[in-house]
């Protein structure tokens, strides 16, 4: 089977989070003399497969089977690959069988290199990400099997293939305040304690505004509201409490400290609960480390291009791996249809793609 082959057959398996529509099978199957282990864990299923070619360091690539669900309004069918003008069409296309079928096929067709070559996939990285990544991790830590570097194949490329991979990821921290008043009749206002009026008095100094100045890597850390919620839905009685919720993508110069703190500064004279939750916990690998040296001139050999180094976006499982003290970043073809409908990507960026994970492999140093 050839690449455009192998990304059509997986496109074509329906995978929607938290099944993997058989590919984990497969792909134990398709790469024969190599390892494999099974970390499934409820309705989860985890592959971590590797083969052993000498001494030296163990690379791993990690990535997800799963897919958001396809919705309506599509051109095609989302789960039949369609090839037309130089694109594939179907859900997982960038996000991220693309980064799949790319790493996979480098795996089979590898002959040699200094060490250990290992693929880790889950089919729960779409969903709560509790029984994945993670998962085999601890397995792994267990077995004294970590690798010592992993590429995440997620779609990481802003303009043109070869722009960009990611050397980290922000945080997220949620935030939930319960702002107490007074219920009271609103033609009588200094007898209640009316919270939409106190919030109204601060909120232009904390929504928007920036937790720290960020760095070369790193956007500032930002407090964004995302939702207020108070009163009766009637005209004459004030509220007694309201609700807010609030996100804020901290790097790493931020924490659950500087976010409570923050919001104490200006909820101090005004009775309040405030509760913080975390998801996710930033991340950055060194750009001096032999992955980053080694991922960027295998991309310009190919792509001709010399990357950016990004922590821009969101989460995903490049969070879990760099918690075990692996050198992690993230490199795949354009994000610009995830999760969308008509979600496609091209042949020609499948091709490169599968072109860098070959070199990195063939060029280690």
Not at 31 to 38: N, Q, T, V
Not at 76 to 87: H, L, N, R
Not at 248 to 259: F, G, S, Y
Not at 312 to 320: I, V, W
Request: net charge negative.
């Amino acid at each position: 089977m050839e690449l455009i082959e192998l990304f059509k057959y997986l496109i074509n398996s329906k995978s929607e989070t938290p099944d993997d529509g058989g590919i984990l099978n497969f792909i134990e199957d398709y790469l024969e003399g190599f390892s494999a282990i099974r970390v499934d864990v409820e309705d989860v299923k985890n592959l971590f497969i590797y083969k052993k070619f000498g001494e030296g360091e163990h690379l791993c690539f990690a990535g997800h089977v799963d897919v958001v669900p396809a919705g309506d309004g599509w051109d095609s069918d989302p789960y039949i690959a369609t090839q037309k003008d130089g694109y594939i069409y179907g859900r997982g296309a960038q996000d991220m069988k693309s980064g799949v079928a790319a790493f996979t096929q480098a795996l089979k067709e590898a002959t040699a290199f200094r060490g250990t070559l290992s693929l880790l996939l889950t089919s729960d990285e779409e969903g709560d990400a509790i029984n994945g990544t993670v998962k085999v991790l601890e397995y792994l830590k267990e077995k004294e099997m970590l690798p010592d570097v992993c590429v995440v194949a997620e779609p990481t490329c802003e303009e043109q293939f070869g722009d960009a991979i990611k050397v980290g990821r922000r945080g997220s921290i949620n935030g939930y305040i319960t702002l107490k008043g007074k219920q009271g009749h609103a033609a009588y206002p200094e007898k209640a304690i009316n919270p939409i009026h106190q919030i109204a008095q601060v909120l232009g100094n904390m929504a928007g505004v920036d937790l720290d100045k960020g760095d070369e890597h790193f956007s500032p850390s930002k407090f964004v509201a995302t939702d207020i919620r108070s009163g009766m839905q009637v005209t004459n009685v004030t509220p007694n409490e309201l609700k807010m919720m609030f996100n804020v993508r901290n790097n790493t110069k931020t924490t659950q400290k500087e976010v409570r703190a923050f919001v104490e500064k200006y909820l101090k004279d005004f009775d309040y609960e405030l509760r913080l939750t975390q998801g996710s916990y930033p991340f950055k690998t060194n750009t001096n480390t032999k992955l980053v040296k080694n991922i960027d001139a295998a991309i310009e050999k190919v792509a001709k291009i010399a990357p950016k180094h990004s922590t821009a976006g969101g989460t995903s499982d490049a969070r879990f791996i760099a918690a075990f003290g692996i050198d992690v970043i993230e490199f795949g073809v354009k994000n610009d249809t995830i999760h969308s409908i008509n979600e496609r990507t091209t042949l020609k960026e499948v091709q490169e793609l599968h072109q860098v994970f070959k070199t990195l492999i063939e060029e280690w140093r």
